[in-house]
């Protein structure tokens, strides 16, 4: 193994965690915790068929697949930007409104289920699937939490 190689390894293995009090430690679980949904009853399958029946409305239907790939790398662009915004190196310029990182969220999402309805790839199964691929790929390769330790 590499020097530098040796070096990386070292500092990834200190814990960030051990440095913080108590309170610090709490107050970092609790904002890592998700919010409560406020639509929990959308599920994969729904959101497919809730764009299908929006899409549907409209003769020209879904865009071919690179046009939608096209449209899926702007959405995440403008992701990036907010994000770059918010916890990069470039604020905003005064007079540009404030984004929503949210629905640039909600943007990628709609784009690449209607990728996937314009496919029929059932977005549910995919996700299951390699759900399952990470976690037998990659189950062991970080450390577990110990229960009630944040």
Not at 67 to 83: D, F, I, P
Not at 88 to 110: N, Q, S
Request: charged share 30%; hydrophobic share 35%.
């Amino acid at each position: 193994m590499s020097e530098r190689r040796k070096h990386d390894a070292a500092d990834a293995s200190a814990d960030p965690q051990e440095a913080l009090s108590d309170s610090e430690k709490a107050a970092s679980a609790a904002a890592h915790r998700l919010p409560e949904p406020r639509h929990p009853e959308l599920t994969l399958a729904a959101m497919q068929q809730r764009v299908d029946a929006w899409i549907s409305q409209y003769e020209e239907g879904y865009w071919p697949p690179l046009s939608m790939l096209a449209r899926l790398s702007e959405e995440v662009g403008e992701l990036a930007r907010e994000l770059n915004h918010h916890y990069g190196h470039k604020p905003k310029k005064a007079e540009e409104p404030e984004g929503d990182i949210a629905l640039e969220v909600a943007d990628i999402l709609f784009v690449l289920t209607c990728l996937c309805n314009s496919l029929h790839v059932d977005m549910s199964d995919a996700f299951e699937r390699v759900l399952h691929k990470y976690t037998h790929r990659d189950g062991g390769r970080w450390t577990r939490r110990t229960p009630g330790g944040g």
